[in-house]
């Protein structure tokens, strides 16, 4: 269950309480929109947004894939106390960008708490006009 911990919490940023999604215009707002969807607790945005095939990867190695993040976000068992992305860089290849940068978060999981700098690696896919998240890497900052 850490290892779920460890990925919902660098997955998330401080965001409006009233953000509305809408459709990813590239792959930079397809990251951003992914996060909000995460901290807002969305399982309506997070299934739009998220690949059939998704998965992430978390510190330990062990994957996480779509039902599996979707049902924990849906159970509540976490909980974002702060949240800062920072140095976004996306790399467009045509229908494909990778979006890295680094999270600060303060977050506890049921009650164990976690604070610290996550770097992270979303690969975002186009298919026709439509942005999705296929692919997350996350990585403790030393």
Same mark, same amino acid.
């Given at each position: 269950m850490k290892f779920i911990l460890l990925f919902l919490i660098q997955f998330s940023f401080v965001l409006s309480a009233n953000a %509305? &999604? +809408? %459709?990813? *215009? /590239?792959?930079?707002d397809c990251a951003r929109q992914f996060f909000i969807a995460l901290q807002e607790k969305d399982i309506n945005a997070l299934e739009g947004? &998220?690949?059939a095939d998704f998965t992430v990867v978390s510190f330990n190695?062990?994957?996480?894939?779509? %039902? %599996? &993040? *979707?049902q924990t976000v849906n159970d509540g068992l976490l909980v974002v106390e702060s949240g800062m992305i920072s140095g976004i860089s996306t790399r467009n290849y045509r229908d494909v960008a990778i979006v890295t940068g680094l999270w600060s978060i303060r977050a506890r999981f049921r009650n164990n708490s976690f604070q #610290? /700098? &996550?770097s992270f690696m979303a690969v975002c896919t186009r +298919? #026709?006009?439509k942005w999705q998240v296929s692919a997350v890497q996350l990585t403790p900052v030393q």
């Open positions: %509305q &999604l +809408s %459709q990813p *215009i /590239d792959g930079t947004i &998220l690949t190695g062990q994957t996480i894939n779509r %039902q %599996q &993040l *979707i #610290g /700098d &996550l +298919s #026709g006009a």
